[in-house]
């Protein structure tokens, strides 16, 4: 039912890594469906071609992605199970913010949200924002989940931050 990718960025550090994809195996083990798991190619300078690229592997009709630095909680998925089979455009998943060895709550629709794949954007146009456009365009047409079930890691090095800053043109166009 849902094919999951990540993209292994080498500067991102290696037990950061190791957490996120324990932490998958874990809610992939628990779902409760058919879940597989990719790992895209890292694109330098552009996560939008390497996040088509995740988003194209496998046949499941919902795709989602984990950042390598992120981790998720054991019932991740299992709380998407419902609304997938429901058909919804988009599973949103609340998220926890941690940050300087502290947890927040952190946004409702921004990390690990289930699309449907037949209402995927095409990314490659996206050099860093493509994520914000993805769900623009399902926002009428998703659910939005019980229980905080990612862990968004915040700290000033991050990559994608760093070109969200860089490119404030591309923000501001995929809000719309």
């Not at 552009?46 to 795709?63: D, E, K, L, N, T």
């Not at 941690?98 to 209402?119: F, W």
Request: proline share 5%; hydrophobic share 40%.
């Amino acid at each position: 039912m849902l094919d999951v990718h990540i993209i292994v960025s080498p500067d991102t550090p290696r037990d950061w890594v190791s957490q996120c994809l324990d932490s998958v195996h874990e809610a992939i083990d628990r779902a409760g469906f058919a879940i597989a798991l990719h790992r895209a190619g890292f694109v330098p300078g552009h996560i939008g071609r390497a996040r088509a690229a995740g988003y194209a592997m496998g046949v499941h009709p919902y795709v989602t992605c984990v950042d390598d630095d992120d981790y998720l909680l054991p019932h991740a998925f299992e709380q998407m199970r419902d609304a997938m089979l429901s058909g919804v455009a988009a599973a949103c998943t609340p998220e926890i913010t941690l940050q300087n060895g502290h947890l927040r709550p952190g946004a409702a629709r921004h990390h690990l949200v289930a699309y449907r794949r037949d209402r995927l954007i095409d990314h490659t146009g996206w050099t860093c924002c493509g994520d914000v456009a993805q769900l623009r365009a399902v926002e009428t047409d998703a659910v939005d989940l019980p229980s905080a079930a990612y862990v968004h890691r915040l700290y000033g090095t991050s990559k994608a931050r760093v070109m969200r800053r860089a490119n404030p043109s591309e923000l501001e166009f995929a809000r719309g």
